[in-house]
């Protein structure tokens, strides 16, 4: 996934940073010259293909509002080749979740009867007579949208789909279950746009088929790792502030420095192998991180 690291920050509104990826720029000036000839300026294909990106942005706004409106945090947001990602942490609840991954798609539903009557108002003014550029611009951003509803409805992890169907597959299966099935219904889609690519030789689906593949082997490793801590015996004495859950005992927290795991509640928040001391301890039932000394209300009170 792509991070703000390597990007350059475009804006920020209402608390959320924008951010363009580098590879954006290389893939961007690759699409506009494959689609040039459509219009008889090339300044109408990069509008378009700007456009098309406004259309994601909207979507991923549509993320993190849903995601905040349900007491989550969303605060990043995060445009590349293969549309953008919306850094949201929405509490853990099946509901939640859901509520936070439709709003993204629905941005499209909302923009699609918008778009059908401009394009409906461009047929009718006559714009293919008189702006040809115009009105050939108008149909390709109503289609694109189009285009994006569908592709992203497809149940296939990690498309909006495939979470929509993990966050269904949450209320019956609980959340480790649902996701280990979201990711082997993924590796059937990844399969699926595999021999698509070949058959189509389209590079492009190749590379969104690796991508799914790659998620979905992620996802599969997450849900076995989080069964493994709702498992895990709790550790007594320490509670989250957020959540008032126990902590579980065993290596569940990874370094940040030098990337290996440890048992932050054995050694107070400090890593073992390196000595990197951690000012704030993630809670891994709820995701909120907070001070070591706030875990343990029972003696912090004491002292
Ligand atoms: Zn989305
Ligand atoms: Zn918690
Ligand atoms: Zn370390």
Known sequence: MPTGKSSFRLFKVFGIQVYLHW?????????????????????????????????????????????????GR????????????????????PGAQLWSIVAGPLVNVALFPILSALWWYAKSADWVET????????????????????????????????KILRSLLWFVLGPYRSLMAAAVIGFVGAAGFAVFAILAQSVW???ISVFV??????????????SRIANAPRREG??????????????????????????????QATCPHCGMQFARTVCLDCGMPSPISEWSPGTFAKV
């Not at 990069?46 to 007491?71: K, N, Q």
Request: glycine content about 6%; hydrophobic content about 50%; overall charge positive.
């Open 213 to 226: 593949f790659y998620q979905c082997f992620q996802s599969f490793k997450q849900a076995r790792e989080l």
């Open 238 to 267: 320490f509670a989250c502030p957020s959540c008032k859950a126990p902590p579980p005992v065993g290596e569940f927290w990874i370094c940040g420095k030098c990337r290996k795991k440890f048992d932050t509640f054995m050694s």
């Open 74 to 93: 969303a605060d990043q947001i995060v445009l590349w080749p293969l549309g953008g990602v919306a850094y949201v942490a929405p509490p853990r609840r």
């Open 131 to 162: 702006m040809p550029n115009l009105f050939v611009y108008v149909f390709s951003i109503w289609e694109i949208n189009l285009v994006l509803l569908i592709f992203n409805m497809l149940p296939i992890y990690p498309l909006d789909g495939g």
């Open 205 to 207: 689906i190749g590379v």
């Open 23 to 71: 590879s954006w720029f290389l893939v961007a000036i690759y699409e506009i010259q494959l689609r040039e000839g459509r219009y008889s300026s090339v300044n109408w294909n990069v509008l378009e293909y700007v456009t098309l990106f406004l259309i994601v942005l909207l979507h991923e706004f549509g993320h993190a509002f849903a995601c905040r409106s349900v007491g």
